[in-house]
Every structure is written in structure tokens, then in C-alpha cells.
């Protein structure tokens, strides 16, 4: 079983999904942390018994939660006790349920840019500010500069990013012990953004993902979790907020019509991949780690100037191209030039400025299609 290697560039320009309409058809597209794969078949088996049936109204509430528990001890060794888990229509509406949950509204938000640009958006979606801590120039976390960003804003939120999107870098138990500590120290709330750990190495694995809520000193944290990453799910929506053992009082003021977000089908696809889904997510995993293999490779034939941060954690890559001097926004350079679509780097960079001269490329695509984008990249630079 190959994922990646299934479909045609034919088949995918089929696709309506925005990214295969958002350019010209002559763009390939690598923006959007969206994969070229088929659906897993007990997936696409459950979708299409179900819309037979017309098996199409509200989602039982817990189901998510069950399946959440089970995939996350086999995988990672958490133990997640279904109900302190509340359902949401997807990773983002549920961090901000979060942050309107548990934090002094003018306490700011602690983010680590580079970082995924809705991040950025929700913050300022639930009236907060925020303090920017960048990320070490090897994509790891600034253990410092969190420690004096908590000590300066006591009461503060922390929204975290597991594995970390654009890096794909994985957080180690010491470093997420270390946050979890600073965080007691200063009363930081922390919030993790897990949508990618079902990608990452599981445990046994090197650089294998740990949950935040595995670590000591976490019972006031929160996790958001969802399938739609590792199974290419993000237009069937739903997702899982898991809380701390200190959490529950929070938690039930959420209210109820917040847990009627996710649909049914969405619902029904991601507990149907967790539960169901393993062997076609370790084909898959196996397939990625190839594909970063050849993309290191093809980076250093083809951009030998290039750094490319590209960690075990998902399937997006962190590119910069500062030394080539094609501005702070080459992916403007690369779709004009190389009709190839990248991921700004400035949206994920914020006031630190950290994207400049920077783009983002998913890379979970057929190997040929890859081969060209990256052949495509470098016919665009000086």
C-alpha cells in the first residue's frame, strides 16, 4: 500500500477543492497542508454507506472522544479519559472556544512564530494581544525567551503549536517539560494545537511525539486534536478539545450548541479512521518519510543555497531562499515565474519577521509531482 503513489497529476486536477482551483491549471500547487492520496478505504466505505442510507443528521456526541482515547494509547501511551473531551467543528473554532475559556481577556496570547497564520487571526478574533517568542534558527523552542515572555505576562495564554507547523519540528518531553514548569511558575495557561500528531513518530520511534498532556504538571492545559491532517479529512469537520484534570468546571461552561459543530459525516470519517485507518496511516507515514527524503535531496541538487527545515513531525517543509535575494516574499517570485504555488512566508512570521525571504512547501504529494515542484522552484531564482 502506497498512498502517494496512486493518483495521477490527471486525477488530482479532477479535484475542486481550493488546492487544485486556486491557480491557473498550469500552477502546480504545494500551498495548502492539504495531501494527494485517496481516502482510506474504511473511510471512503463508511461515507458511502452512509450517504446510501441518508444517514445524514446531527453526530452522537463522545464518539469522537472514544476513538480519540483508543488510537492515542496504542499510539503514544496517553491515557485520555473520553469525558474530559468536548467535540468541536475543527481545531481552530476549538482553540478559541479555549481561549475565551480560560484566560483574563487583556492577558496576552504567547505565540512562536514562525507559525501557522490563523494562529494569528484567532488571537485577534477573541480580543486579545499577543507577545511573539520566534522559534531558535534550528526550528526548536526558545526555552528562555518563553521563560521571560511568562515571567513578564503572568496570567498569560500560551498557544503552542505540536508538531510544529511550518518546521514540522517534534517537541521533546524535556523541552514540553520545561513549558509545562515555566507555565506553573507564572500561571500561563497553556493550549496545544495537536492537529498534526497523528503524523508524527509514534512512541518507540525516534523524535516520537509526546502529548502535551502526557507531561507532568498539564492538569490545566488543553489539547485540540483532530484526524483531518494524517487522513486528508479538513472538508468533512470535526474535531476534539481535551482538558486537563483541572479543567472540568471550565469545560462545562462551554456551551452546549459549541459540541453541534461538527458534522455527522465528519464526525463518522474521523472516528472511522482512528479506529480503522492504522495500517493505511503507517503506509502513508512510510511514503512521507520518502518523500522528505528525495525533497532533501532534490534541495541540495537544485537549491544548494536554499535551507530547508523539514522535521518528522507532518508534511510541510520550511524553505528559505534569503540567499538567492528574491525579496521577503519569494512564493510571489515562484508563482509568477516558476507556476509553482508556495505558502507565503511572511503570513507565518508576524511582527518578528521571521517568514521573510521564506515559503512554506507540503510535500505530500506523487514523487514526480514533487520532482517538479521543486525543478519549478529553482527555474525561478536568480
Not at 526550528?139 to 510544529?164: E, N, W
Not at 530547508?308 to 515562484?334: C, E, K, M, N, S
Request: charge should be negative; charged fraction near 20%; glycine fraction near 8%.
Amino acid at each position: 500500500m502506497h498512498p502517494l503513489h496512486e493518483l495521477t497529476l490527471a486525477d488530482l486536477r479532477r479535484r475542486t477543492s481550493v488546492k487544485w482551483t486556486l491557480h491557473e491549471p498550469d500552477v502546480l500547487p504545494a500551498f495548502v497542508a492539504e495531501m494527494d492520496v485517496p481516502l482510506a478505504e474504511p473511510v471512503a466505505r463508511a461515507l458511502s454507506e452512509a450517504v446510501a442510507l441518508g444517514d445524514t443528521g446531527y453526530p452522537k456526541a463522545g464518539t469522537y472522544g472514544q476513538a480519540l482515547a483508543s488510537f492515542a494509547a496504542d499510539r503514544w501511551g496517553w491515557t485520555v479519559d473520553p469525558a474530559s473531551t468536548l467535540d468541536v467543528a475543527d481545531v481552530m473554532v476549538g482553540i478559541e472556544e479555549v481561549l475565551r475559556l480560560h484566560a483574563a481577556p487583556e492577558a496576552p496570547v504567547i505565540l512562536n512564530p514562525p507559525v501557522y497564520p490563523p494562529f494569528y487571526d484567532a488571537v485577534a478574533h477573541v480580543g486579545r494581544s499577543r507577545v511573539e517568542v520566534p522559534l531558535g534558527a534550528d526550528g526548536r523552542l526558545d526555552l528562555d525567551g518563553l521563560a521571560t515572555a511568562f515571567a513578564r505576562h503572568p496570567g498569560a495564554a500560551y498557544l503552542l503549536c505540536s508538531p510544529h507547523n511550518p518546521t514540522a519540528v517534534v517537541h521533546t518531553r524535556e523541552e514540553l517539560s520545561t513549558v509545562a514548569r515555566l507555565a506553573a511558575e507564572h500561571g500561563v495557561r497553556v493550549v496545544v494545537d495537536e492537529i498534526h500528531a497523528p503524523l508524527a513518530p509514534v512512541s518507540g520511534e525516534t523524535d516520537a511525539f509526546v502529548p502535551y498532556l502526557s507531561v507532568e504538571g498539564t492538569d490545566d492545559a488543553y489539547a485540540v486534536l483532530s484526524a483531518s491532517k494524517a487522513f486528508n479529512l479538513a472538508g468533512l469537520k470535526a474535531a476534539v478539545v481535551v482538558g486537563g484534570a483541572a479543567t472540568a468546571d471550565e469545560r462545562a461552561a462551554v456551551l452546549e450548541i459549541v459540541s453541534h459543530g461538527p458534522s455527522h459525516l465528519g464526525t463518522l470519517a474521523h472516528v472511522t479512521a482512528l479506529r480503522e485507518g492504522r495500517d493505511w496511516l503507517d503506509a502513508l507515514r512510510a511514503d512521507l518519510r520518502a518523500n522528505r527524503e528525495l525533497l532533501e535531496a532534490l534541495v541540495d541538487e537544485h537549491l544548494p543555497s536554499a535551507r530547508l527545515l523539514a522535521g518528522p513531525g507532518t508534511y510541510t517543509a520550511w524553505l528559505d531562499l534569503r540567499a538567492y535575494d528574491v525579496g521577503d516574499d519569494p512564493a510571489a517570485r515562484l508563482l509568477e515565474q516558476g507556476r509553482v504555488a508556495l505558502a507565503p512566508g511572511p503570513t507565518f512570521g508576524g511582527t518578528s519577521r521571521v517568514g521573510d525571504g521564506r515559503a512554506r512547501l507540503t510535500y505530500a504529494t506523487p514523487p514526480d509531482v514533487l520532482r517538479e515542484i521543486v525543478t519549478r522552484v529553482a527555474s525561478a531564482l536568480p
